[in-house]
């Protein structure tokens, strides 16, 4: 079965031809593309010529492609089947956070860099692991370097001492 999976509204930098939606295969065999379509809330529509996703594969399909363009304020995605049927939608609301992915599991918004952003809710207010500043978790690494030479140490002279 295919479905929307994730969608890239707000990549850093200019949106041109940087935005995406995947496609995503839970089945185990490989599914045609040809005669699905994309559409958004606008009514922008684009249809797959060729193309096909592997069994348990994932596609990623770039604005460049569909000219779809992604909201960054809401928008919703509707992926319909070869014969005109509904397949799914996803959909999103408030400010689209720049570098955030949406994500079909829970509405979840996940950064590609290193820093990790989740929201409950679209418009809820997010938490960031990048709000712990990066001298902390430079102190945490070396704290345990630390601990770990101590530990070695401690052992090779209990194991001196036997």
Known sequence: MLYLKELYPNPPGSD???EWIKIGNDGEETMSLVGWKLKDASG??????????????????????????????????????????????????????????ISKTGD??????????EQDAPGASALAIDAIPGSFWGAAIALGIVFAFMALFVIKRMNEDL
Do not use: H, P
């Open 16 to 18: 041109a031809g940087q």
């Open 44 to 101: 922008k529509v684009y249809i797959f010529k060729d193309g096909y996703i592997l069994g348990k594969s994932d596609l990623v399909v770039k604005s460049s492609q569909t000219k779809i363009s992604l909201g960054n304020k809401g928008d919703e995605v509707f992926l319909y089947d070869f014969d005109g049927r509904l397949a799914d939608s996803l959909s999103y609301g408030g400010d689209a956070r720049e570098g955030a992915i």
């Open 108 to 117: 979840f918004y996940f950064s590609e860099g290193e820093n990790l952003i």
